[in-house]
């Protein structure tokens, strides 16, 4: 893995709203933003209090044996515990009620009221412990999407996936470590969907996934107190460094209308993506009428031609498209 190339997510300190609007949202790169209040939780939010303040509604967590979660092996079940139990259970290593196996890790990502149909919102789940967390006001009210909760056991991994939706992730207790890939290494992270195949990013099957090296690493530790910015369709892949406590706040880039309605979890594709890839395959379903080389043919011309109509670095002017060349 010596050839992959690594960079830090930089790090801004205080900054203001007017200086992340100005400086940092518009580069559309991770950031790392430290010293952001996000009130009183960082002092309040110790098990007990959240156990406390929590209740005992009934939430859907990941579990499983092993820290490091596969999605393509299922190694792990979706199992339902009180809330204050299921923090208990994340904050301890070794369990003496358990599901699977005495020393099994455990996944919060909060829901909405209606699962399939309304996003999270910390403010109607668990409205006494929303008042600790102060949203940054760094997007206008009509843009918020929805509020998280994300909270995990010690050393837990959530694996490589990207959401349409531009995301604060707070880290409220606990370290974690974030490791995030540009969108324009998508070809390089053998996708499935929104998810990477490469499950193993810190030692992963190069004979499987040669070109994984290609991808340009980007990666922070989260303290808590610490926001991290990541911009919809950026990567990322998450392993808790201590038990930990977070929230995250996704909201509306594009214009409302361009996301589909019915995605409560902000990761499906924009409206006019999904007409778009479903246009590309009623054009790979026409190519079929012809034979194996002049399919050849025409499939290289077509690449070339998406090419050079979407990939940022070569659309030079924007009328470019409509002057022809002499
Ligand atoms: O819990 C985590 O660390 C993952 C967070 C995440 O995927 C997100 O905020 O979109
Ligand atoms: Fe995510």
Redesign the pocket.
Known sequence: MELQEKVAVPIFTEVEKEVFLRDIYPQRRPAVLRGVSLGPCLEKWTVEYLGQNGGDKEVKIHVSTVPQMDFLHKNFAYKTLPFNEFVKRASEKKHSDFFLCEDESY?L?SLGEDVRKEPADLSKQFPVLAEDFHIPQFFTADQFFSS?F?I?SCGLQ?WT?Y?VMD?L?AQVTGT?R?VLYSPQDALHLYLSGDKSEVVDIDSPDLKRFPDFVKAKRYECVLEPGDLLF?PALWF?N?V?LQFGV?V?VFWRHLPADSYDRKDPYGNKDPVAATRALQALERALHTLDELPADYRDFYGRRMIQRIQKRTYCDSVTLPTSQFTKPG
């Open positions: 996944y990502r998280v994300r995990s959530l996936h959401d995301n992730l974690k974030v990541i990322h998450t808790a977070g995250n």
